[in-house]
């Protein structure tokens, strides 16, 4: 698939399902994009679907089927509108460093593809507002999915997640306590969290 040259073929990439519940077009939005008139669109669309596919069967539809809606904060973004991003310190990381993450239609120096989205889902918020810590849920996609990295943030419980081909297996968060809650190598990265992963719809 080509880069789309016209409204319509935006159209019809917005069209593209990723998984039983996702469409391209949902992880599309930016408001950097929007606000600066930077079209947020795909130079290679067939990578971007591909690790969109994976992100989207993999991850984001195992944590809807168990915890109810997902809502996408931030997801894809071109080249030209992260790069915008990260020169004006609007909370983008540079280009070469999001490769195979937010950059979802560029591998990364190893070659590997990979996909991330910021989300918020509602029925955490609800719990996180009330007192129940982020790691929780951090332990419970640590436990049950194959995600690369998280990172979790204050507002609302929203979090990144990645899918890579490569998986790091990485959490790390700015909401507190923060910083690394695992990664390969520190002592509680192996086995189950048991009385902190079972909480369910």
């Not at 040259?5 to 408001?31: H, N, P, Q, T, W």
């Not at 950059?103 to 190893?110: G, K, S, V, Y």
């Not at 790091?168 to 086995?191: C, D, F, Q, V």
Request: proline share 6%.
């Amino acid at each position: 698939m080509r880069k789309p040259g016209s409204i319509k073929a935006l159209e019809d990439l917005g069209r593209v399902r990723l998984s039983k519940s996702f469409f391209m077009r949902d992880f599309l939005y930016s408001e950097i994009a929007n606000w600066h008139g930077i079209p947020n669109v795909p130079d290679d669309p067939g990578l971007a679907i591909a690790a969109g596919r994976k992100l989207c069967e993999e991850l984001l539809e195992p944590l809807q089927d168990t915890f109810g809606r997902i809502a996408v904060r931030s997801a894809y973004r071109s080249c030209e509108v992260n790069g915008f991003g990260n020169a004006n310190k609007l909370n983008c990381a540079s280009n070469e460093a999001n490769y195979a993450g937010h950059i979802w239609d560029r591998c990364n120096a190893a070659g590997c593809m990979g996909a991330t989205a910021c989300i918020v889902i509602p029925w955490f918020a609800d719990r996180y507002e009330a007192g129940t810590p982020w790691q929780a849920m951090a332990w419970w996609i640590h436990d049950h999915l194959p995600y690369s990295e998280l990172c979790f943030f204050p507002k609302l419980a929203a979090f990144n997640i990645t899918w890579h081909e490569t998986p790091a297996r990485t959490i790390y968060s700015y909401a507190e306590p923060k910083g690394w809650l695992t990664k390969p190598g520190m002592p509680n990265h192996e086995g189950m969290r048991s009385g902190i992963r079972d909480f369910t719809l």
